[in-house]
């Protein structure tokens, strides 16, 4: 897994880079985000499996990149909502969710 750490957008998501090598990568990605976020360690969050599947996640945007497709998932956590996009960017931001519409949300 690659993890290029994470920024704050303009419009204020955490805006992170990776790369999906598998199914582990998402959920250990989005794991370490959440816990930063929510300021706790990783042991202390709510599992992932009560808000996505992940495996359901990693499945689809592994199949979307067999495909040469762009794909998007979101879904709340908490109070946050994150965005999964097949070309290795996560978003996540306080509130409602609010799909990326560019080009560079979903692919390279």
Do not use: K
């Amino acid at each position: 897994m690659a993890y290029d750490g994470f920024d704050v957008t303009a419009d204020g998501r955490v805006e992170i880079w990776t790369e999906y090598d598998d199914e582990s990568a998402v959920i250990e990605v989005l794991a370490q985000v959440l816990a930063v976020l929510e300021n706790t360690e990783i042991t202390d969050i709510e599992p992932l499996y009560e808000s996505v599947e992940p495996e359901a996640v990693f499945r689809l945007l592994q199949h979307a990149a067999e495909r040469d497709c762009r794909v998007g998932v979101e879904f709340t956590y908490d109070e946050f909502t994150v965005t999964v996009s097949g070309c290795g960017c996560i978003h996540v931001h306080d509130g409602s969710p609010r799909l990326i519409h560019s080009q560079e949300g979903y692919g390279r």
